[in-house]
């Protein structure tokens, strides 16, 4: 079968791996036929040769992790030991292994759900942030007439701009260097900010503090405490996606004096929240049309992941079909 690893620093090589048996699967697990996959911020550190803090990223050299490091994938199921997966079924989810960018793919059923048949591979990829966003917001509780910012108007950044206005956000304000006004109005934002999370902050007025501030760059330490500083007193920050530190230096001044809440985790309960996320897409037709920009062919995924690197204002997600 085919696979892809990454052999030096931003270079991806094509080879081949022997299938895996049906027989060899574990208890919950499942065989896919790969069909899609996105391209995540959280990839980009091990195709950049940074060790990161992805599962599949265990310090040895990445040209021996076959696959890696996608994790946001569509296949149809080829053998399944999972009571929720037959052969045939189509689903969208996590490559547990973080190593989704192979022909045949095992992976943990419990993070595989089945989704709207009407929708093309290449969408339905994005049901897996989606599920991620939407856990994170449950977290968040009732946004309902406030002011949400969100630090960071990337593939994730914008889901959380669309996310909170339709949960009912007054206003939502997005911060990225890069120029998104063409495309914010799209997913929601209310007032769009091109300029560095700092310089944000340095002028941000007092009466305009936002109650929710999400932190959606991630990747280093400086705007999480743009954030904190950014929140309205007795406000709420969200830190989302994987640190690449074990340790974030962050004002405990301000988090005291400012009787501020900061959150953050990873997504658990899968199997529903990708569930929620199909249905969430039901209701909202626009979304996932505007929001996967470029898709590339498993022959191109070198070009996909050079493209995820670089800032683009028209760019949102990518995706790689087979």
């Not at 040895?60 to 696959?67: K, L, Q, T, V």
């Not at 977290?139 to 889901?159: C, P, Y």
């Not at 920050?237 to 009787?259: A, E, K």
Request: contains cysteine.
């Amino acid at each position: 079968m085919w696979c892809y690893r990454l052999v030096a620093p931003y270079t991806f090589e094509r080879t081949e791996a022997e299938k895996p048996a049906p027989e060899s699967l574990s208890d919950g697990q499942v065989l896919l036929q790969f069909l899609a996959a996105g391209v995540c911020g959280s990839d980009l550190p091990g195709f950049r040769g940074t060790q990161g803090k992805l599962p599949g990223d265990t310090g040895r050299s990445a040209a021996e992790m076959n696959g890696f490091p996608i994790h946001e994938i569509v296949g149809e199921v080829l053998a399944s030991r999972h009571p929720d997966h037959r052969a045939g079924d189509r689903v969208v989810g996590w490559a547990s292994g973080f190593d989704g960018l192979m022909e045949h793919v095992v992976a943990d059923g419990s993070g595989l759900a089945s989704y709207d048949p009407a929708l093309t591979p290449q969408l339905a990829v994005a049901l897996q942030p989606m599920a991620c966003v939407l856990y994170a917001m449950e977290q968040l509780g009732d946004l309902t007439g406030r002011h949400v910012a969100v630090i960071g108007q990337g593939s994730i950044g914008l889901l959380f701009s669309y996310a909170a206005k339709a949960f009912g956000a007054r206003r939502v304000t997005g911060v990225d260097p890069v120029d998104r006004s063409a495309i914010a109005a799209r997913f929601g934002v209310d007032t769009v900010v091109r300029a560095t999370s700092d310089r944000w902050v340095g002028h941000l007025d007092g009466a305009d503090r936002p109650h929710v501030v999400i932190e959606a760059v991630g990747h280093q330490v400086a705007t999480l405490n743009h954030a904190l500083s950014a929140a309205a007193f007795g406000g709420t920050v969200f830190y989302f996606g994987v640190p690449d530190d074990d340790s974030y230096p962050i004002s405990m001044r301000t988090m005291l004096r400012n009787n501020l809440t900061l959150k953050s985790g990873v997504t658990l309960d899968r199997r529903r929240v990708l569930a929620r996320a199909d249905e969430f897409a039901r209701q909202h037709p626009d979304l996932l049309p505007n929001y996967v920009t470029h898709t590339f062919g498993i022959d191109e995924v070198q070009s996909a992941f050079e493209l995820a690197c670089r800032p683009v204002p028209g760019r949102v997600k990518i995706a790689i079909t087979a």
